[in-house]
């Protein structure tokens, strides 16, 4: 996954300027973002505080170890089935 060159913090703070009635415009050029990443995370993070944030990364995080667990698993259980259905 690409790291982003923003901390959390600075989103946060990028994203609360925006909401003050700065004009998005300006906003993007003075931090060096393109207007669509503004948008994709005012979507993403809009209303929300640093320690939810922390959080949903936290879980994104879990989720993705998860999923790749069970693809494992789900590949150890056909090879398996296979094994056993060749005999």
Known sequence: MKKSRFSDAQILAILKQGESGVPVAD???????????????RSKYGGMDASLMSEMKTVAEENRRLKKMYAEMAMQN?????ALGKK
Do not use: F, I, P, Q
């Open 27 to 41: 906003l993007c050029r003075e931090h060096g973002v393109s207007t669509a990443t503004y948008y994709n995370w």
């Open 78 to 82: 056909e090879l398996l089935k296979d």
